[in-house]
């Protein structure tokens, strides 16, 4: 009795310190925001909503940035070609807000809170620090589910190194996307497929490339579920139509005009009037600039490194023989799959997400923190999981340990 009682007051101290730094979070991010270039257009597409024309759009966002912003970052923002260009020429503004104007549910919120009487500034960064605050609550009663006490305690200082602060802090839909995809998660592991196959294509309207997320988790579902099989079509459906009218409603430029942008050439400042068709030598520079630059990034580093070491601890947990190209693997990695699936679902979220990162950076080989920590967080949560279980069968199944 007494030992059950002391395990309760622990976890209740638990949850005090992610209240504590949920709460710093939030703080960072009234206090000390990052005044981040994509600002300026989630500002103006949120406007947008109500302002057609693009020179007053632009000069209401210049208005909102002045009382906003100090005056060097006001002034650094206009600092470049393509700063300067934007703030001065309302055809070049114009038709880069369009690369922003499809994360809708991000832009709506800002127009919201505006509304309601927040400096739309504020707004942008303070919907990230009440995402993040929510998300980082749902994740203690997950991790309370299958860490140790010790282990829960420890995981949102490991999330703060892969980037749970900055999400707090910037004014992008990306602490969003840490709210939803925990949710998504907590969903997941629970088997409330139905939950999970409503929200999923509303997460496309966070982040147009959440898509990815949600392909992954639907192929999960197909083969792992023996019913629910039109429920997963619908949402399936749903993703992609939602996806292409967005794309189409709000005259996306398109990825090849955003790849050469991005990555090759930042005087494309005109893509609906001069967009561009991605080759395959562009795409290959654009790789291996991108692959030799996040091998500079520790962070990137360190998760490609604890994710390779996740996945040996799976194969090892799970006796995966050696790797081979022949029907006998299959069936061996189809009977590992439906045992993860129906068993050990924290362990293939986790999956998931290594997965999410690879495709995401051979589609955009760009490491920004916002792009990835969501998801280096949920990894996280999966080797927590794993390696709290699992130490012992690992020891002696491999020398390695």
Known sequence: MNFENNKSLVIIFVFFVYVIIGLEAFFLSILYPFHNWDMIMYIASAESFEEKDAVKLQNFVKEELKKSVSEFDYKLMQSSYYGKCVFEDPEVFSEQVCYYKMRVVYNFLIFLFYKWGLNIVFASHFISAVSVFIGLIIMFFIGKKFFSPSLLLLFPFFSITFGLFNLSRISSPDGMVFLLCIFSVYLFINRKFTFLLFLLPFLVGVRSELLIFNLLLYLILWFGLKKHKKIILFSFFMSILFYLLLITYFNHPGYGSLFYFTFLNKKLLLPLKHPHSLTIWEYLLALTIGVLKASEDKVFVLFLLTSLL???????????????????????????????????????????????????????????????????????????????????ILIKRSHIF
């Not at 081979?324 to 799959?337: A, N, T, W």
């Not at 045992?339 to 990162?357: A, Q």
Request: net charge positive.
């Open 310 to 392: 996740y996945l040996l601890g799976l194969s090892k947990f799970f006796a995966l023989s050696k790797f081979r190209f022949d029907k006998k693997i299959f069936e061996e990695l189809k009977g590992i799959f439906m045992k993860m699936f129906t068993f050990y679902p924290e362990y293939l979220i986790g999956v998931v997400s290594i997965s999410y990162v690879f495709i995401h950076f051979f589609l955009f080989p760009m490491v920004r923190f916002r792009f990835f920590a969501t998801f280096y967080i949920i990894t996280i949560f999966s080797i927590f999981s794993f390696f709290s279980k699992n130490i012992d």
